[in-house]
Structures are given as structure tokens and as C-alpha cells.
Nanobody, 122 residues
Framework: EVQLVESGGGLVQAGGSLRLSCAAS????????IGWFRQAPGKEREGLSC????????YYSSSVKGRFTMSRDTAKNTVYLEMNSLTPEDTAVYYC???????????????WGKGTLVTVSS
């Protein structure tokens, strides 16, 4: 069974940093695309970063490029999202997702974690 479990969310002041983790089980990264998303209250889910199945390049949305860094530890089957220079606009529930159907990141990826809440205070 494929499972994704996010952790590392919490309350942080503006300008601060957090590192989110996504522990994966039931599959290996080589066969899946992995992505980070977030959803703020009253807003649509937003894609933040992605590592495609057949591509070692990490892609970032313009809203987080230069501030967030996605990485993966294949030995631990875990992906991370290092978030720096946080602002209140980054407040959201953050999700990781995995996909083997198309091997890329998109809104309807195969598997999703339950999310972890990040709150940035001003």
C-alpha cells in the first residue's frame, strides 16, 4: 500500500524557516514523480515543486523559487521541502503527492498525504 506522511509543519514568524518531510512507503522513488503542493484557506491547491519520474531536475513555481528547496533521500524514502524567508502568504496546508500514471506532477496525482499545517505569523 502506498502511503505518504507529511510532518514538520507548525507556527513560525515571518522571515523564519521550516523543513517539511514526506515519508513514503509502499513504493520507490524511481517509479514515481514526487511533488509538493499547498492549499491556503479559500484558495485552490497550488503546485510548488516537482521531481519527475524520468527527470532529475527539480521544478519550482514562481511563488517559491529561490526560497524553497525540494530534496529527496532515497535511502530513507523521504522527500523534504526546505522553506526559507517565510511570509504570512505562505500559510497553508502543505501536501506531498506521488504519481506513476503519468510520471509527472499535476492536480490529480495518484497518491496524496494528509497534509501538514504551516502558519506564518506577521
Amino acid at each position: 500500500e502506498v502511503q505518504l506522511v507529511e510532518s514538520g509543519g507548525g507556527l513560525v514568524q515571518a522571515g523564519g524557516s521550516l523543513r517539511l518531510s514526506c515519508a513514503a512507503s509502499g513504493f520507490t522513488f524511481d517509479d514515481y514523480a514526487i511533488g509538493w503542493f499547498r492549499q491556503a484557506p479559500g484558495k485552490e491547491r497550488e503546485g510548488l515543486s516537482c521531481i519527475g519520474r524520468d527527470d532529475d531536475t527539480t521544478y519550482y513555481s514562481s511563488s517559491v523559487k529561490g526560497r524553497f528547496t525540494m530534496s529527496r533521500d532515497t535511502a530513507k524514502n523521504t522527500v523534504y521541502l526546505e522553506m526559507n524567508s517565510l511570509t504570512p502568504e505562505d500559510t497553508a496546508v502543505y501536501y506531498c503527492a506521488a504519481d506513476s500514471t503519468y510520471g509527472r506532477c499535476y492536480r490529480a496525482m495518484d497518491y496524496w498525504g494528509k497534509g501538514t499545517l504551516v502558519t506564518v505569523s506577521s
